[in-house]
């Protein structure tokens, strides 16, 4: 979606500044928001891309001023209200006030290093051939989805040359709405910086993203 997370190439946001050593979490809470955030999605009521989804739906005015943690907990509040495991309400006195929603299944402690060690694939068999091969010149489809999509504003409506045909992937367009898997091609595809970025840009750049093979045409 065109929301508040989509940042690339605006202007007026600084630079970035890369934290040098940084650490893993700046604060205690951090590691329990990850930890609560991972073992809710194993219950298995929503997808990763619902997840993504979710935080990409805050109020931009919201999204920027949290942090990424932040982030990630206001956005499992939304999908446990969503799929009824806890009310405003709730969340607002701070304990449970009753209902009947059970998990799917819970994470025990036990379990944790296996199935972070396991993780969560997302490549699936694809039933048609791949439409393109390495070298192939491609054009970015250009349209402004209000739901969920992994094709950046950047790069839409751009020519670019497919370097590398990857598997087939959950098309995460259809998958974070509850609309199936739906698997594609994935593709990378290099653009040269000119075509991202225009006059002015360094002559040695050049792009790569991952792209659904529906985000692509001929160019």
Not at 37 to 63: I, V
Not at 155 to 171: N, S, W
Request: include cysteine; charged fraction near 25%; aromatic fraction near 10%.
């Amino acid at each position: 979606m065109n929301g508040p997370q989509d940042l690339g190439g605006q202007m007026g946001f600084g630079p970035v500044a890369p934290e040098k050593d940084e650490p893993y979490f700046h604060a205690e809470w951090e590691k329990r928001a990850l930890g609560v955030t991972l073992c809710a999605g194993a219950m298995g009521h929503w997808t990763l891309d619902e997840s993504r989804y979710t935080r990409e739906s805050l109020h931009p005015a919201d999204y920027y001023s949290s942090s990424y943690y932040e982030i990630w907990i206001k956005a499992l509040e939304t999908l446990l209200k969503r799929h009824g495991f806890i009310t405003q309400d709730e969340l607002l006195v701070g304990h449970a006030l009753g209902g009947d929603v059970r998990p799917k299944r819970v994470l025990q402690a036990e379990d944790v290093p296996a199935t972070l060690a396991r993780g969560g694939p997302c490549n699936r068999p694809v039933g048609t051939p791949a439409r393109f091969k390495a070298g192939d010149r491609v054009r970015t489809k250009n349209f402004n989805p209000e739901g969920h999509t992994r094709l950046p504003r950047y790069a839409r409506d751009k020519v670019g040359v497919i370097d590398a045909v990857r598997e087939g992937f959950v098309f995460p367009d259809t998958n974070a709405h509850g609309r199936g898997e739906h698997p594609q091609w994935v593709y990378t595809v290099v653009f040269d910086g000119r075509e991202i970025w225009g006059e002015g840009v360094d002559p040695t750049l050049s792009v790569s993203i991952d792209a659904w093979e529906s985000y692509l045409e001929p160019a």
